[in-house]
């Protein structure tokens, strides 16, 4: 198929105005996602480079590579910028921001202004927290513990409390924007149940951002409160109670990691179809089982404490809801599965990440099995398994879905095709290296090497070294997509309209799409992903 | 040489086997389903790869089955491992009644061990096997904890509270001791060692006669300190103190100014030595004044020790004073 001609004259949005002014006042939701992808592309470099220094220091049980300090400041940094400034806003405010007008049928978000505001409230979040790492770093954890964070640690903690504070607000008014935005926006006879199910996970994500973020934003205010004023709300010596700080904070953290996943698992289910030239399967039961994760995962918190002291009682009840919520995670996936069943199957880098997802995602489900069972999680809670876990659930997930979203749209956000084959290499590389760096991980913590330990006993060397050699990989595959990208967006192939010949509202307009999207509100009369229509014969376009 | 590359941990306690007959269904039971999802991507991906001719499918074939068989088989298997692990962590966290006591304060960044009998140890805790022993932990500042990995066994050491673990060692040997909570600089090295003994070892070990002088045991040293520090001018064998007396006080249930009771345990009577303010003896003045900063941990549990062994038909075996408790908070014995 030839480039549309007139995609590389017609105006749109990236060349419609020049010059840096033109940018930071945008008001455009997709000038405001490429803002985004760029700022959180620092902070995952920021992040990655702190886990290369985390898993070089490794290589030696001793830990020759840095001080006691400086390495708990790198896991502290590695986990602050990647999980606040990285993941939570990643799917949402740079595909969700980009997408979800456009898959709607709509001309921008409902609040243009806000949503710039958001990002100027993320950058400002950002540079505080930027500001507290480099003028002496914090060494708490990502978790902030008390009463440690408000009494033990001399480090920039408040500073650091403070700029995840205001962080948060831009996550809360960028899931209003989404909210009010899905429930008004939607084009004539787009019904609920016609939406993509990409917009359903950013539904149930942002109902997460809005219950869920302003209780992490009171939590480590009262941290920064109890530190600067020896008001006592979590230190014991105050007449606190450290034991309130860890059910504050999981209250919002562990529905934070549905605000990864959820979003990832919305980019897998488009991607899924287009890559199989068939209809998803059980649409409905997929976009239920996003809100009942989302409302579920408000109830599990107290998972992450049971070794905490917290009674008995109270850890057998969220042991049984931490299993239920497993459950609508495993309906995806053997939906996912089915969808390929009789397919006509594409291996195209999106897909090659959409697959990568199910079986990372899978693992990563299966292991959070082990931590919700009671007896077991006693002996690998707070230790390497915990890490493994989590990161093939973070990274194995949401990430794979951040990269395979950014592969799929890229000829719509950029109007330009990355190199397919490069692509295609460079996906295999992440899922390789990623296995070889956490797979170790689950077989060490089992062992019972506990998380955040500098230096370890010489037994664990092994496993350690697997996983840093593993890490390097992964280091290495990241960079392909950051380099391939930045040179497509010159030296790309100029992209059609719809270079996949996907179904979805947002191919239907230009790539990139003109500033205001739809020259005329689009009309939808069908269900999405009508790929049985479209003629099997047909190539795709790919560089 | 060839480099150590262990797999697994060794069982060393009651429970570590029960705990990895768990770990070894689920990892089966992991292995089943990744498999499974595994192979049928992958044989998908085979058969149905894109070719010319185009594959047509019913739509929505066998969906609704399909559907609830993989809601409902899932949520079986889910509450067969919850109830497994639910039933496994009772047993964590119920120690039995005639486990060995001692104690363990975390304090950045060492543990500091105290045995009822007097000897005192740091980063290492010496215990019999074939015994269950209780360790009752208890942090200085931060929050620490416990973690002996070949015993399958974690529990936080939570700074302003008692919590507590048990495990029973099952074959002499030493074994790991980590901090399994971040607790600041050198947290990685808050590391020690249980030492697990024959019974004949650890009560030799125990009585300290391999050092000579026997040690002061824990309630010997709380009376000394209890006469240091001035307590038994107001607490006094019979009521005439200023303070109530102490004596049968630990376990019973005390009834307090504002007309409700408590069990006097030893998160109580930890309380009223920090704190004495907050809970008062009905009948008494609130004039006691705090030993906030004047006592540490360790001596908190001298004290408690002390208390726990006033009374007055002849000494009660300490083990005994948790079945105490309930008893006595029927009977509704005040202090």
């Given at each position: 198929?030839?480039?549309?001609?007139?995609?590389?004259?017609?105006?749109?949005?990236?060349?419609?105005?020049?010059?840096?002014?033109?940018?930071?006042?945008?008001?455009?939701?997709?000038?405001?996602?490429?803002?985004?992808?760029?700022?959180?592309t620092?902070?995952f470099a920021?992040g990655g480079l702190?886990a290369l220094?985390?898993r070089?220091?490794?290589?030696?049980?001793?830990?020759?590579?840095?001080?006691?300090?400086?390495?708990?400041?790198?896991?502290?940094?590695?986990?602050?910028?990647?999980?606040?400034?990285?993941?939570?806003?990643?799917?949402?405010?740079?595909?969700?921001?980009?997408?979800?007008?456009?898959?709607?049928?709509?001309?921008?978000?409902?609040?243009?202004?806000?949503?710039?505001?958001?990002?100027?409230?993320?950058?400002?979040?950002?540079?505080?927290?930027?500001?507290?790492?480099?003028?002496?770093?914090?060494?708490?954890?990502?978790?902030?513990?008390?009463?440690?964070?408000?009494?033990?640690?001399?480090?920039?903690?408040?500073?650091?409390?403070?700029?995840?504070?205001?962080?948060?607000?831009?996550?809360?008014?960028?899931?209003?924007?989404?909210?009010?935005?899905?429930?008004?926006?939607?084009?004539?006879?787009?019904?609920?149940?016609?939406?993509?199910?990409?917009?359903?996970?950013?539904?149930?994500?942002?109902?997460?951002?809005?219950?869920?973020?302003?209780?992490?934003?009171?939590?480590?205010?009262?941290?920064?409160?109890?530190?600067?004023?020896?008001?006592?709300?979590?230190?014991?010596?105050?007449?606190?109670?450290?034991?309130?700080?860890?059910?504050?904070?999981?209250?919002?953290?562990?529905?934070?990691?549905?605000?990864?996943?959820?979003?990832?698992?919305?980019?897998?289910?488009?991607?899924?179809?287009?890559?199989?030239?068939?209809?998803?399967?059980?649409?409905?039961?997929?976009?239920?089982?996003?809100?009942?994760?989302?409302?579920?995962?408000?109830?599990?918190?107290?998972?992450?404490?049971?070794?905490?002291?917290?009674?008995?009682?109270?850890?057998?009840?969220?042991?049984?809801?931490?299993?239920?919520?497993?459950?609508?995670?495993?309906?995806?996936?053997?939906?996912?599965?089915?969808?390929?069943?009789?397919?006509?199957?594409?291996?195209?880098a999106p897909?090659l990440y959409?697959l990568g997802f199910?079986g990372l995602?899978?693992?990563?489900?299966?292991?959070?099995?082990?931590?919700?069972?009671?007896?077991?999680?006693?002996?690998?809670?707070?230790?390497?398994?915990?890490?493994?876990?989590?990161h093939y659930?973070?990274v194995g997930?949401a990430v794979m879905g951040y990269l395979g979203?950014l592969h799929?749209?890229?000829?719509?956000?950029?109007?330009?095709?990355y190199p397919e084959w490069l692509a295609r290499v460079s996906a295999v590389i992440i899922f390789l290296g990623f296995n070889l760096t956490f797979f170790?991980?689950?077989?060490?913590?089992?062992?019972?090497?506990?998380?955040?330990?500098?230096?370890?006993?010489?037994?664990?060397?092994?496993?350690?070294?697997?996983s840093t050699a593993g890490a390097s990989i992964l280091g290495f595959g990241y960079l392909l997509p950051i380099v391939y990208f930045a040179?497509?967006?010159?030296?790309?192939?100029?992209?059609?309209?719809?270079?996949?010949?996907?179904?979805?509202?947002?191919?239907?307009?230009?790539?990139?799409?003109?500033?205001?999207?739809?020259?005329?509100?689009?009309?939808?009369?069908?269900?999405?992903?009508?790929?049985?229509?479209?003629?099997?014969?047909?190539?795709?376009?790919?560089? | 040489?060839?480099?150590?590359?262990?797999?697994?941990?060794?069982?060393?306690?009651?429970?570590?086997?029960?705990?990895?007959?768990?770990?070894?269904?689920?990892?089966?039971?992991?292995?089943?389903?990744?498999?499974?999802?595994?192979?049928?991507?992958?044989?998908?991906?085979?058969?149905?790869?894109?070719?010319?001719?185009?594959?047509?499918?019913?739509?929505?074939?066998?969906?609704?089955?399909?559907?609830?068989?993989?809601?409902?088989?899932?949520?079986?298997?889910?509450?067969?491992?919850?109830?497994?692990?639910?039933?496994?962590?009772?047993?964590?966290?119920?120690?039995?009644?005639?486990?060995?006591?001692?104690?363990?304060?975390?304090?950045?960044?060492?543990?500091?061990?105290?045995?009822?009998?007097?000897?005192?140890?740091?980063?290492?805790?010496?215990?019999?096997?074939?015994?269950?022993?209780?360790?009752?932990?208890?942090?200085?500042?931060?929050?620490?904890?416990?973690?002996?990995?070949?015993?399958?066994?974690?529990?936080?050491?939570?700074?302003?509270?008692?919590?507590?673990?048990?495990?029973?060692?099952?074959?002499?040997?030493?074994?790991?001791?980590?901090?399994?909570?971040?607790?600041?600089?050198?947290?990685?090295?808050?590391?020690?060692?249980?030492?697990?003994?024959?019974?004949?070892?650890?009560?030799?070990?125990?009585?300290?006669?391999?050092?000579?002088?026997?040690?002061?045991?824990?309630?010997?040293?709380?009376?000394?300190?209890?006469?240091?520090?001035?307590?038994?001018?107001?607490?006094?064998?019979?009521?005439?103190?200023?303070?109530?007396?102490?004596?049968?006080?630990?376990?019973?249930?005390?009834?307090?100014?504002?007309?409700?009771?408590?069990?006097?345990?030893?998160?109580?009577?930890?309380?009223?030595?920090?704190?004495?303010?907050?809970?008062?003896?009905?009948?008494?003045?609130?004039?006691?004044?705090?030993?906030?900063?004047?006592?540490?941990?360790?001596?908190?549990?001298?004290?408690?020790?002390?208390?726990?062994?006033?009374?007055?038909?002849?000494?009660?075996?300490?083990?005994?004073?948790?079945?105490?408790?309930?008893?006595?908070?029927?009977?509704?014995?005040?202090?």
């Amino acid at each position: 198929m030839t480039p549309d001609p007139s995609s590389r004259t017609a105006v749109n949005y990236l060349n419609v105005d020049y010059g840096v002014r033109s940018w930071l006042l945008t008001k455009d939701h997709k000038r405001i996602g490429f803002l985004y992808l760029v700022s959180i592309t620092v902070m995952f470099a920021i992040g990655g480079l702190a886990a290369l220094a985390i898993r070089l220091d490794l290589l030696t049980p001793a830990g020759d590579l840095m001080g006691d300090d400086t390495y708990n400041k790198m896991f502290t940094m590695h986990g602050v910028a990647m999980v606040f400034f990285f993941l939570v806003p990643s799917i949402p405010a740079v595909l969700g921001n980009f997408l979800i007008p456009l898959m709607i049928g709509a001309r921008d978000l409902a609040f243009p202004r806000l949503n710039l505001a958001s990002w100027y409230i993320f950058i400002l979040g950002g540079g505080i927290t930027l500001y507290a790492v480099l003028t002496g770093g914090v060494d708490t954890g990502w978790t902030f513990y008390t009463p440690y964070s408000t009494e033990g640690s001399n480090t920039n903690v408040t500073s650091a409390a403070l700029g995840v504070f205001v962080s948060g607000f831009s996550s809360i008014l960028t899931g209003l924007n989404f909210l009010v935005t899905i429930h008004r926006m939607r084009a004539p006879g787009l019904r609920w149940l016609r939406l993509p199910l990409f917009v359903w996970a950013q539904y149930a994500t942002s109902i997460i951002f809005i219950l869920g973020t302003p209780v992490i934003a009171i939590t480590v205010l009262l941290v920064a409160v109890e530190r600067s004023l020896d008001i006592g709300i979590f230190d014991p010596a105050l007449g606190g109670d450290p034991i309130l700080f860890q059910h504050l904070f999981w209250f919002y953290s562990h529905p934070a990691v549905y605000i990864m996943i959820l979003p990832a698992m919305g980019v897998v289910s488009e991607i899924i179809p287009c890559f199989t030239r068939n209809k998803i399967f059980g649409y409905k039961f997929i976009a239920v089982s996003s809100l009942a994760i989302a409302l579920l995962g408000f109830l599990v918190w107290g998972h992450h404490m049971f070794v905490s002291g917290q009674s008995v009682n109270a850890s057998l009840i969220f042991s049984f809801l931490s299993f239920a919520v497993a459950i609508p995670s495993a309906v995806k996936v053997f939906n996912w599965t089915a969808t390929l069943y009789k397919g006509s199957i594409g291996f195209e880098a999106p897909m090659l990440y959409a697959l990568g997802f199910i079986g990372l995602f899978t693992i990563g489900g299966l292991t959070g099995l082990f931590l919700a069972s009671l007896g077991l999680d006693v002996h690998v809670h707070d230790t390497y398994f915990v890490v493994a876990h989590f990161h093939y659930i973070m990274v194995g997930g949401a990430v794979m879905g951040y990269l395979g979203g950014l592969h799929f749209w890229w000829p719509k956000i950029s109007g330009k095709l990355y190199p397919e084959w490069l692509a295609r290499v460079s996906a295999v590389i992440i899922f390789l290296g990623f296995n070889l760096t956490f797979f170790p991980q689950f077989v060490l913590g089992y062992l019972g090497m506990p998380r955040r330990y500098h230096v370890y006993p010489p037994e664990f060397q092994v496993l350690n070294v697997f996983s840093t050699a593993g890490a390097s990989i992964l280091g290495f595959g990241y960079l392909l997509p950051i380099v391939y990208f930045a040179w497509s967006m010159r030296y790309g192939k100029v992209a059609s309209a719809n270079p996949w010949n996907a179904a979805g509202l947002e191919w239907a307009t230009p790539s990139p799409p003109p500033p205001d999207n739809f020259a005329e509100t689009p009309v939808v009369e069908d269900d999405p992903y009508g790929y049985t229509r479209i003629d099997p014969g047909e190539e795709l376009q790919v560089a | 040489m060839i480099p150590e590359l262990p797999l697994f941990p060794e069982q060393a306690s009651t429970m570590a086997g029960p705990v990895d007959q768990l770990y070894f269904f689920l990892i089966a039971l992991s292995a089943f389903f990744s498999l499974l999802v595994a192979g049928l991507i992958i044989a998908f991906s085979i058969r149905y790869r894109r070719r010319r001719v185009r594959l047509e499918r019913p739509e929505d074939f066998g969906m609704l089955q399909l559907e609830i068989g993989w809601t409902v088989l899932p949520f079986v298997l889910s509450m067969v491992i919850f109830y497994w692990g639910a039933m496994l962590f009772i047993d964590l966290r119920r120690p039995p009644a005639d486990s060995l006591e001692v104690f363990a304060v975390g304090k950045r960044w060492m543990w500091k061990m105290q045995h009822l009998e007097g000897r005192r140890e740091i980063n290492e805790l010496h215990v019999p096997i074939g015994q269950p022993v209780k360790v009752t932990l208890t942090s200085e500042d931060v929050i620490h904890s416990f973690f002996v990995p070949a015993f399958r066994v974690k529990q936080d050491a939570v700074p302003g509270r008692y919590t507590d673990l048990w495990f029973e060692a099952t074959k002499p040997g030493r074994y790991h001791l980590f901090c399994a909570e971040f607790c600041g600089s050198q947290h990685a090295r808050m590391i020690g060692q249980v030492i697990a003994m024959e019974p004949a070892d650890f009560q030799a070990w125990l009585s300290g006669t391999e050092r000579g002088a026997a040690p002061v045991s824990m309630a010997e040293a709380g009376k000394r300190l209890f006469t240091d520090l001035g307590c038994v001018t107001c607490h006094q064998t019979d009521d005439s103190g200023r303070g109530p007396s102490l004596v049968n006080v630990a376990g019973s249930a005390v009834e307090l100014s504002d007309g409700s009771s408590v069990v006097a345990d030893s998160a109580y009577l930890r309380e009223s030595i920090l704190r004495p303010q907050q809970r008062v003896t009905a009948g008494y003045q609130p004039i006691m004044p705090t030993y906030q900063g004047l006592v540490g941990e360790d001596q908190v549990l001298e004290l408690i020790a002390y208390i726990e062994s006033l009374r007055d038909r002849g000494s009660t075996p300490l083990g005994e004073v948790t079945q105490r408790k309930t008893e006595a908070a029927t009977e509704g014995t005040a202090g």
